[in-house]
């Protein structure tokens, strides 16, 4: 990958890690005012878990991007943690924190490889 689209990665990256950490910082709507006369609190609580679930998201993103960053750095960017082939330029455009490639990716949510750090993937 040339340095010139490195970089350009790396603005959208910063980008994004600012933007998320400032969200995560401010979280709107997590705090619910606890309203004795409301008795609705199954809504309440429904609330919350949908504040928690899409934090929790944006904490993992943020964590991926911190590691495509890292992998910046490091000289690795753009390469697939699994198989070491190249992530591909169409997904790190449409994902630029992406650590795997589409085949890595798609074989790790069907379960097909269990991605441990410094493994070789066990092909089905
Ligand atoms: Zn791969």
């Not at 890690?17 to 004795?36: A, F, K, M, T, Y």
């Amino acid at each position: 990958m040339t340095e010139a689209r490195i970089a350009k990665f790396r603005k959208v990256l910063i980008a994004r890690e600012r933007e998320l950490q400032q969200r995560l910082e401010h979280p709107e709507g997590i705090s619910v005012q606890q309203q004795p006369e409301q008795q609705d609190v199954g809504r309440q609580r429904l609330d919350i878990d949908v504040s928690i679930g899409s934090l929790v998201v944006e904490w993992e993103l943020l964590r991926n991007i911190r590691e495509a960053l890292h992998r910046m750095e490091c000289g690795i960017y753009g390469i697939c943690g699994v198989c070491d082939g190249p992530v591909g330029i169409r997904r790190l455009n449409a994902l630029p924190w992406a650590p795997f490639c589409v085949k890595c990716q798609s074989a790790m949510e069907s379960g097909d490889i269990l991605c441990l750090p410094g493994s070789q993937p066990a092909a089905a």
